[in-house]
């Protein structure tokens, strides 16, 4: 997710503020635990 470095978690949440259905939503959450460390097997799991 290397697409992420240059965006802040606060503009993530910003963005998820501010979204609509289930999809985006869970991509910007993953996106979230992503920058605050959690690692991508551990999201798909």
Same mark, same amino acid.
């Given at each position: 997710m290397?697409?992420?470095?240059?965006?802040?978690v606060?503009e *993530?949440?910003?963005a998820? $503020?501010?979204?609509? !259905?289930?999809?985006? @939503?869970?991509r *910007?959450?993953a996106?979230? $635990?992503?920058?605050? !460390?959690?690692t991508? @097997?551990?999201?798909?799991?």
């Open positions: 290397d697409h992420l470095d240059k965006t802040s606060e *993530l949440q910003d998820l $503020a501010r979204v609509e !259905g289930a999809k985006p @939503t869970q *910007l959450l996106a979230i $635990a992503y920058k605050n !460390g959690v991508q @097997t551990e999201l798909a799991e």
